[in-house]
Structures are given as C-alpha cells and as structure tokens.
C-alpha cells in the first residue's frame, strides 16, 4: 500500500506543504492554508526534511540531502536534476542550465519545467534568472524569490555542510 504523509512547515517565507512516501520526499510546496490534515504519523523522510529546512533557514545548510520522488518527463527531471547542481548562493541562467543539460536552445523548456518543479527550495529553482541576470518567474511569487537569494548571499561565507 503507497499511503502519503503531510507535514506543514511554518517558514520564513510562508507555509510549506511538505508530501512524502514511507520513503521519499514528493513534494514541498508554497500554500496558503492547511487544506489537508497533518499526518498523525511522520515518517523519517518528513522529520529529516523538516530538520534540513530548518538548518536551511538558520543559514547553516548549503545542500539537501533527501530522497526524492521526482514526478515529471524525463526532461524536466533532467531539468530538476540539474538545479540541485547550482550551489547555495549563486545563480545560473535558463540558458545555462539547458547548455548544462545538452539543449543551450531550451530555455523556454527549462523555464517550463522550473515551472512545474513541486519539491521548491531543496530543487533550487529559485536560483535561475534571466540571460541578463535579472529575477524573473517564479511560482512561489517574486518576493519569495528575491527573498530566498538574499537569504543565501547573506548567509554564503558560512561553512557548507
């Protein structure tokens, strides 16, 4: 039997829906309220989750390390793949991500896919802006975006765990 558990997580940046198997984290998304119940039980995979965000937002975790349950085309997982490569603080363009992936003409796939990327914050789509480094896009509104890379440069010189 494949039962989910959800466990809301109150951010900095709002609240959080994070969704797991028994084993693998599914999706952490930007909600506005808890429209489904809590999980009476958590399993591992949600409390070490919670535990990374919470180092994440303390400005001590430059990396997650979590199993993923990726849920899209082999591209966009491609994609989602590629953004856990772009290191805590810095920032790649679509451009680059899809030159990254073998496709340097993809950017408007790659933005498609950042689109649909359902695991925000552990895959950083955050992270990707414009050819000319301007923010552009993101699901979660641009004022989170603009929030979550000041809080990485901010917290950038710390040591990377």
Request: charged residues 25%; glycine residues 8%; contains cysteine.
């Amino acid at each position: 039997m494949n039962n989910d558990y959800i466990l809301y997580y109150d951010s900095p940046v709002g609240l959080l829906k994070c969704k797991s198997d028994e084993q693998k984290l599914k999706e952490v998304q930007f909600v506005e309220e808890k429209k489904e119940p809590q999980s009476s039980q958590i399993p591992l995979i949600l409390k070490e989750t919670s535990k990374q965000l919470d180092e994440y937002f303390k400005g001590t975790r430059k990396q997650f390390h979590l199993n993923l349950h990726l849920q899209g085309t082999e591209f966009q997982e491609k994609v989602w793949n590629e953004l856990t490569n772009i290191p805590f603080g810095e920032l790649a363009s679509y451009k680059k991500v899809g030159e990254k992936i073998g496709n340097e003409k993809a950017m408007r796939a790659v933005g498609n896919a950042n689109n649909k990327n359902k695991i925000v914050i552990i895959i950083p789509c955050h992270r990707v802006v414009g050819s000319n480094g301007k923010l552009v896009g993101y699901g979660g509104g641009m004022w989170r975006k603009e929030w979550l890379l000041q809080h990485e440069n901010t917290n950038v010189s710390s040591d990377r765990l």
